[in-house]
């Protein structure tokens, strides 16, 4: 399978608000996303400008997923990944965490880490922060709402440039509380 990622530019408005209107995101803060508020999010530059950037994921030709890059004058950008339900489960989250961190750690020197979020029972995506050396960090309890009202646990993870440069994970300690055994 050939995955291509292409610059979106603000001329493919009308492709990015029927793309996000044409699917479901359940793992996002919005299942639906209407076609005006897309709009609206490609012109406030959410998806070009010096500090965001997003890629189509193509597969043969076709618009299978968006990658959005947030915060890239900052040393700790994040990002935004959807993959159209028709091409979910088949690996293409894992190699465009992959492309994106490299795309990051070669084209911005000044950063220094990539961080992402996403809900705990979101195991693929999970899975893709994995493939591409990221490392969780923090645990959220109660911290993503979904459309239907429940409140779901939030997991964020993160790639070091130093460990993407070396091709090793350095773990988070989370046994540094002090203090804590004496409850």
């Not at 076709?62 to 004058?73: N, S, T, V, W």
Request: charged residues 30%; aromatic residues 12%; negative net charge.
């Amino acid at each position: 399978m050939e995955i291509t990622y292409e610059p979106f530019e603000p001329a493919h408005a009308e492709r990015l608000a029927a793309f996000l209107s044409g699917d479901t995101w359940p793992f996002h803060g919005a299942d639906v996303v209407g076609e005006a508020e897309a709009r609206r999010w490609v012109a406030e530059g959410r998806y070009d400008g010096p500090d965001n950037r997003a890629f189509w994921i193509t597969v043969a030709g076709e618009r299978a997923g968006l990658i959005r890059l947030m915060d890239l004058c900052d040393p700790t950008p994040l990002f935004d990944l959807r993959i159209r339900a028709g091409y979910r489960g088949r690996g293409l989250g894992g190699a465009a965490v992959v492309w994106l961190t490299g795309y990051v750690f070669t084209g911005f020197p000044d950063v220094r880490r990539i961080e992402g979020t996403t809900r705990q029972d979101n195991a693929a995506m999970r899975r893709a922060f994995r493939r591409g050396g990221y490392v969780k960090e923090a645990h959220h309890r109660g911290a993503w709402p979904s459309s239907d009202g429940r409140l779901h646990d939030a997991v964020g993870y993160a790639v070091l440039r130093d460990d993407w440069i070396s091709g090793t994970t350095t773990p988070a300690d989370w046994d540094d509380e002090p203090g804590a055994g004496d409850r």
